[in-house]
């Protein structure tokens, strides 16, 4: 069973500050997405990274997925609190889907 | 568009009773899922289902039953709750296996407590 480890697990940060958030694995993934969960809402999709290397930028989001595709990273400048949520990286592929661990974002105003 | 769709939104079990989760879907998904969600944790894959007829188990299916004999439904089944068993339930569906076209849809989630 593939698993996906996220860090870090808990975050708390002040309005406009950077982070970011890791999600790796010891296995090859086939696929990876990226989705942010609000509280009292199922997960939203951010974004999908397929080939090893790719960076995708979504406004202040920005996405990477590691060169042998085992990792994959969530950089967000100037956070906002609208930012604050759990996000999930996911792994996908046939028939079976692995979430990862988690982190959950605080961004205070 | 509905996408979706789970009842109830919240329930309260006591220990030994059963109830089904209600799931469906509007988008002729192949594809649709189980999952719990501990207090400030990912999500757990319980069963999942590939088409009407086929079902499979996930990570934590202890305790839970599934069928899928539409495409639209996919209900989960709790036989006889457990306090382990208090958690958020989602479901979601895709049309095919995650890629870079398919992406997960989820219901808003049930949340459960067994008392």
């Known amino acids: 069973t593939q698993l996906l480890e996220q860090s870090p697990q808990f975050l708390s940060i002040q309005e406009g500050e950077n982070l970011t958030v890791y999600c790796n694995s010891s296995s090859v993934f086939s696929s990876l997405q990226w989705y942010r969960q609000e509280p009292g809402e199922g997960p939203v999709l951010l974004v999908t990274?397929?080939?090893?290397?790719e960076v995708k930028k979504l406004k202040r989001l920005t996405f990477q997925f590691g060169d042998a595709r085992k990792d994959s990273s969530l950089h967000i400048t100037a956070a906002q609190p609208g930012d604050t949520g759990l996000y999930l990286c996911?792994?996908?592929?046939?028939?079976?889907?692995?979430f990862g661990t988690g982190t959950k974002l605080q961004v205070i105003p | 568009n509905a996408g979706v769709t789970q009842t109830p939104k919240f329930r309260i079990l006591k220990i030994g009773q059963s109830m089904t989760l209600q799931c469906t879907q509007d988008m002729n998904h192949n594809y649709m899922y189980w999952y719990r969600q501990d207090p400030g944790m990912g999500l757990k894959l319980i069963y999942y289902s590939v088409g009407a007829g086929i079902t499979d188990k996930g990570e934590v299916p202890n305790g839970y039953n599934v069928s899928r004999s539409t495409t639209e439904d996919f209900p989960l089944r709790l036989e006889l709750a457990a306090p382990s068993q208090t958690s958020v339930y989602f479901c979601a569906s895709s049309s095919g296996a995650l890629g870079t076209n398919e992406k997960l849809f989820f219901g808003s989630g049930t949340q459960l407590s067994v008392l």
């Open positions: 996911i792994s996908g592929g046939y028939q079976k889907v692995t």
């Open positions: 990274v397929v080939t090893g290397g």
